[in-house]
């Protein structure tokens, strides 16, 4: 039982990586005042330009900087239509949801020839899990060894990396000029444009920042935890990170606990495949839908609960002197 346990909990952190990266992505934007839903589409975008730039050029750290890369990219002109030009922000992250879908599988099946599929990679192409030190002599220790030797240790660098950027994320945010800064933006423009801040700049910030963490995620999906890039792979991610970070009010901490709860329940839907009740056999597909119900049902339970930042989703105008 506890061997299933901490095997559990291992890929819970596997599972849980991406939606960190991506709900922390979703804080910067929307603390900011911009509502991201488009960080389906960039975490997809991301993993499609990572896998495919690491089979080219056989270096995972170089598909890591264009799956980055593109994420920036989309941010900006997701901001440049929401921001800049103050169009709906929900229609923009759609449409670059939409874009991302359908512009992964058709350069995937023009450039690949595999159904818009990349190249399984290997080697110095993905990023490999990581052998702490003492891990191996360890393994066979009870308790401690097991503990060590699975949970703590044989994880990519994003995966550490991942857990790393939460509390910088909390310090940046709340103990930084720019994090107040941020902040106040998201829930008051007009007061600090009269402080001679720039809204503008700011939310463009916010933005730089969220495309730079989605992108780490995007990447992860592909280059560090399947090796290859599959069409549609983020599988609602976005929207699950999207929703673990209103459960978690926008906080960076507490949006780490949602996204650990459900990489659980998909690792434990995983687990149960295959589990029968008596003669009654339990679909799969039943089995697969436990994380994006609870989605459903945390939305619908806290989303009037967990008051977000009071000029989100506004855009803002300059008044004029």
């Known amino acids: 039982m506890f061997e299933t346990i901490i095997l559990m909990l291992d890929a819970t952190i596997r599972v849980a990586t991406p939606l960190i990266l991506a709900s922390l992505a979703g804080m910067f934007s929307e603390r900011s005042g911009v509502v991201n839903i488009a ?15 690491a089979h080219i050029t056989g270096s995972a750290w170089l598909g890591l900087l264009a799956g980055i890369a593109i994420s920036v990219l989309l941010s900006l002109l997701h901001g440049f239509a929401s921001i800049t030009h103050r169009g709906d922000q929900v229609v923009s992250g759609m449409a670059i949801n939409i874009l991302a ?7 995937g099946r023009y450039w690949f020839h595999q159904g818009g599929q990349t190249p399984a990679l290997s080697g110095d192409a993905r990023f490999a899990p990581i052998h ?18 699975e949970l703590i ?18 310090f940046i945010m709340f103990r930084t000029r720019f994090g107040l800064r941020l902040r106040a933006v998201g829930e008051s423009p007009s007061a600090v444009d009269t402080a001679g801040i720039s809204v ?3 939310r463009y910030s916010g933005l730089l920042i969220c495309g730079i963490l989605v992108g780490i995620g995007g990447v992860y999906l592909s280059v560090g935890q399947t090796a290859q890039f599959i069409p549609n792979m983020s599988a609602g991610k976005g929207y699950m990170a999207l929703a673990a970070l209103i459960f978690g009010k926008w906080r960076p901490f507490t949006a780490m606990g949602a996204c650990l709860l459900f990489g ?31 989605t459903v049902f945390l939305l619908a339970g806290f989303i009037g609960k967990a008051v977000g930042p009071k000029a989100i989703g506004v855009p803002y105008t300059k008044e004029r002197e």
């Not at 960080?39 to 499609?48: S, T, W």
């Not at 879908?101 to 350069?107: E, W």
């Not at 702490?132 to 030797?149: E, H, K, N, Q, R």
């Open 39 to 53: 960080l389906e589409g960039k975490l997809l975008a991301a993993a499609f330009a990572g896998a495919a730039v």
């Open 101 to 107: 879908t359908g512009l992964t599988i058709t350069l």
């Open 132 to 149: 702490l030190p003492g891990a191996d002599a360890l393994a066979d220790t009870p308790v401690i060894g097991l503990l060590y030797s």
């Open 153 to 170: 240790s044989g994880h990519s660098i994003l995966e550490y990396a991942a857990f790393m950027i939460v509390p910088l994320a909390w």
């Open 200 to 202: 503008v700049g700011m």
């Open 264 to 294: 659980f329940l998909d690792a434990l839907s995983i687990r149960l495949q295959g589990v029968s009740i008596g003669d009654f056999a339990i679909p799969v597909q039943a089995i697969e839908a436990i994380p994006y119900i609870l």
